[in-house]
T-cell receptor, first 113, second 115 residues
């Protein structure tokens, strides 16, 4: 019954590798997001898709590429991983403008060694 | 541009006391929403409370209330009768209701409840 699910929960990989994080929501929301939480716990938007269309692309390196095959899925692919990419990545979805319409996944802790 | 400021990096409170976590915001948009999230050590983001910019009354959810002072651009979270399980990071966030509706987060406050 998980509303926004991310896989994997933990990801440890070597520098230079390519990895993907998957996100799925079963809430019927139109908009999905990727946020990054750095080592100081600061959370910042990376990307947002509305109905499979990219609407937010913050100043994120080109090595990060989001893909939304349909409005229920938003995946994040990262090429040539660097040590600085180590962080927790949160997927979220939203619908409407009220408070309860914004839901986060449980996060993926990425560690690059 | 929107900005959220949380000026308390850490707070220590005795169990059963009330605690206020500060949040000030800055935006030129007239329509916005303010959120508080709790992040325990397990890492998930737990939604606590929401206040819309046009809401006339302060939001309340159980032991949580939001002290919304629009003229001062503040949206402080008040937790009444604190419990040990309230120990966590707390984030204030703002959502502008025009265009792409991203959340802009503050730096967070680490709350520790002492027995």
């Amino acid at each position: 019954d998980t509303a926004v699910s991310q896989t994997p929960k933990y990801l440890v990989t070597q520098m230079g590798n390519d990895k993907s994080i998957k996100c799925e929501q079963n809430l019927g929301h139109d908009t999905m997001y990727w946020y990054k939480q750095d080592s100081k716990k600061f959370l910042k938007i990376m990307f947002s898709y509305n109905n499979k269309e990219l609407i937010i692309n913050e100043t994120v390196p080109n090595r990060f590429s989001p893909k939304s095959p349909d409005k229920a899925h938003l995946n994040l692919h990262i090429n040539s991983l660097e040590l600085g990419d180590s962080a927790v990545y949160f997927c979220a979805s939203s619908q409407g403008t009220g408070g309860n319409g914004y839901t986060f996944g449980s996060g993926t802790r990425l560690t690059v060694v | 541009a929107q900005k959220i400021t949380q000026t308390q990096p850490g707070m220590f409170v005795q169990e059963k006391e009330a605690v206020t976590l500060d949040c000030t915001y800055d935006t030129s948009d007239p329509s916005y929403g303010l959120f508080w999230y709790k992040q325990p050590s397990s890492g998930e983001m737990i939604f606590l409370i929401y206040q819309g910019s046009y809401d006339q009354q302060n939001a309340t959810e159980g032991r949580y209330s939001l002290n919304f002072q629009k003229a001062r651009k503040s949206a402080n979270l008040v937790i009444s009768a604190s419990q040990l399980g309230d120990s966590a990071m707390y984030f204030c966030a703002m959502r502008v209701l025009q265009g792409a509706q991203k959340l802009v987060f503050g730096q967070g406050t680490r709350l520790t409840i002492n027995p």
